[in-house]
């Protein structure tokens, strides 16, 4: 297996430093030293506000990337672990499923952030505990404040999409408790496909035992509403109006916005994360948060609980890069491209009959032809009249 490139040159000192960049050596230069000032040693500013002091190291963003647009789930310790026994000949070759996906999950992430493969593959390996330690706190955090925000605001996108629901007088933006199976709007969108919400007794059994609801079945929400077909389960699969996509990556603002990115999302977790389109692993993502927003646990954890929110992640993930699906998924990733990457993956962005410039171009091509061929016919004179006309 190739190992990271490692040609990236350092940014100028006058520049600050990318979140994608390498951690480099203190500058031995004493003029180029930042000089503290009493506020950076109190964290406080003039106002009396206490100030985020910036971080020495990129890691902390580097592990809340990790969460958003590759894997939220697995240790970024094991992820990058599991690609150092792969450098070992012959042991990526018995690597089981599971293990192929967390090597995949390395390779995804170093290619969405050079530097850190970089890092792994110039650094001692004395410096990886704090490595690991930034990465999975940035995890973390990122995983721990999409659930947070989450919280709150399905419950506002419920409504929106249900206002005529009689269970929504039961339904609180604090209270967890009052969702899951027990809720009749937040159990059918939470129930399986597999079963039958309608039916009294399917809803007796998921009340009292939720882990009846597999991790290998997908929930009603997961499409648009009352458009579940179960002849055909592929058509509006992962379309479901409560995927909040836009509310995590765009902002809580943006969720019930028709447009994409806008300039009010200058610091959205996709600018922040660099994110140029929607990925599988962030659309999986998406959809296990979801999924234990509508649900009455309190503490999102990556395994144990009523609910694995790890096996569900995988098990989409399993799905959305199946390459017997490719062709379904690729038209997924554009259906929610045109919603939050308007102007990165446009119909007629390549298509030079749409392209107004191109058309300018042709058309100036075609006059200078045709100018090009009257001035050539002038300076040929009249056309010789043949000698048999001449007697």
Known sequence: ?????????????????????????????????????PVDEDEVGPHGRKRRKSPATPWRDWGRTCARVVDAYTDPKIIINTYLKALMPGTSDAFLDMQQRVLESYTLLTKHIPALGEYVSEAPVVKFKELFKELKEGQNSARQADTNSLKYAIVDMIRLQFPESPALCSLDRKNKALRGFC??????????????????????????????????????FFYPKDRYNP???????????????????????????????????????????????VTCRSLAYVATQTRFALSTGETNQKVGGPFDNTHFFWHLVKFLEDPDFEEEVQDLLHWWNSRLFPGEDELGSNDETMDSLALLKTQKAAKRAALQNATNCQHAGPPAIPAEELD
């Open 231 to 277: 002849t055909d389960i592929a058509e509006g699969l992962f379309r479901g109006e409560l995927l909040a996509y836009k509310l995590i990556y765009t902002g809580p603002c943006s969720w019930d916005k028709p447009d994409g990115i806008s300039r009010n999302s200058r610091y959205c977790n996709a600018r922040l994360a660099e994110m140029q389109q």
């Open 183 to 220: 809720n009749d709007l937040t159990g059918e969108l939470l129930c399986p496909t597999t079963l039958d919400w309608s039916d009294d007794s399917v809803q007796e059994k998921l009340c009292a035992a939720p882990n009846l609801s597999s991790t290998t079945s997908w929930p009603r």
């Open 1 to 37: 297996m190739p190992m990271p490139s490692s040609g990236s040159s350092l940014p100028p000192s006058s520049d600050p430093p990318s979140r994608y960049s390498s951690p480099t050596v203190e500058d031995s230069n004493p003029a180029r030293k930042r000089v503290h000032s």
